[in-house]
């Protein structure tokens, strides 16, 4: 029988909640590009109920309880004294979200002889220490495309909130005013912007399509260019580095994954040659941006607005310049954990662990390291010694 560990955030500071916004979710059998959503045999939860928080347990006691194996659940994940370390050494499973990951390194690792399978209930894996991984025989996966178009909606959103001077408006109205002049001295129309992403995979291509009713000018580049019938339908530019698009863009989106290519890309010399006032938006990872340099280019001008929902160190100590650098529009780490996505990365980890349990297969697709190597998704998308980090 398996002992199952699974790392969650922890639930709201007034409880987990009894009720619901809404009654149901929308059913959605397949992303684009056609894979099909996750098709466990059954869940054991309510779809559009809070599942990633700790009392969510992802759905999964009954179906792992039934079956004889032990599921123990914590938030509770740093330092040598944590559950996490403590249940650690007799784990067959762990389970855990980029938003609240738990850190497999390859210390923990060695100290866990028993560890078969991490699965990430999410896309990214680079909080696991792949090159470990291999070397223990065990197998990751994570539930690849689940939250890539929730993460889509989000850098939507925050193109719009920034340009259209959103949040300080929304506030005006908190604090109990109707000042018009000064919610709209900062706030512009998209519509006829040139707007640019740096990578057009899952995430970006959705960000591109999603932006195309604005009636903007899109731009993007990409280590390989877009099939020619995307960039007609869609209008679009392609450039060959990020350097070359940004000069052209009043908005850039950073969709591309972490790795030393991408590392500090956006640093003075690149944001200085963006133009002055242009918007960046950047739910990738935090370290493609030089923390610093954002700041000052916020308080200089060269930046009007940043926004996006990743940090580094993650969470993000009370004094980042992040959370009072002005003009921002940060969230913390939760495009990617709407209850929609919820919904769908609860019933990818049970089809994970159906498969595992049942030794059958694991999706192709949904595999980063299997029988010793890099497989599936990881093979394409990361590298042993240096995992690109796509948490997210
Ligand atoms: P994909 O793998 O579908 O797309 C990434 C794209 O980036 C690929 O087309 C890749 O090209 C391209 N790329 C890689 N390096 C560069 C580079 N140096 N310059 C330009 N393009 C490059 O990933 P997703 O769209 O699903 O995710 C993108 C990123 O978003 C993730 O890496 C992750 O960091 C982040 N993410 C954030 C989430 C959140 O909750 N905030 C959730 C999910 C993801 P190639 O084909 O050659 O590899």
Redesign the pocket.
Known sequence: MAKVLCVLYDDPVDGYPTSYARDDLPRIDHYPGGQTTPTPHGVDFTPGHLLGSVSGELGLRRFLEDRGHTLVVTSDKEGPDSVFDRELPDADVVISQ?FWPAYLSAERIARAPRLKLAVTAG??SDHVDLDAAIAHDITVAEVTYC??IS?AEHVVMMILSLVRNYLPAHQWVRDGGWNIADCVARSYDVEGMHVGT???????LAVLRRLTPFDVRLHY????RLPAEIEAELGLTYHPS?ADMVPHCDVVTV?????P??EGLFDDALIGQMRRGAYLVN???AKICDRDAVDRALRTGQLAGYAG??WFPQPAGPDHPWRSMPHHGMTP?I??SSLSAQARYAAGTREILESWLDDVPIRDEYLIVDKGGLAGTGA??YSTTAP?????
Not at 198 to 204: D, E, F, L, Q, T
């Open positions: 980029p896309i990214g939250n890539s993460v740096v990578a057009a995979g899952r995430i970006g580049t990409d280590r390989h990020a969709n591309a994954p972490l790795h290519e991408t739910t990738a990872r929902d990743v780490h495009s990617g394409h998308s690109k980090g796509r948490a997210g």
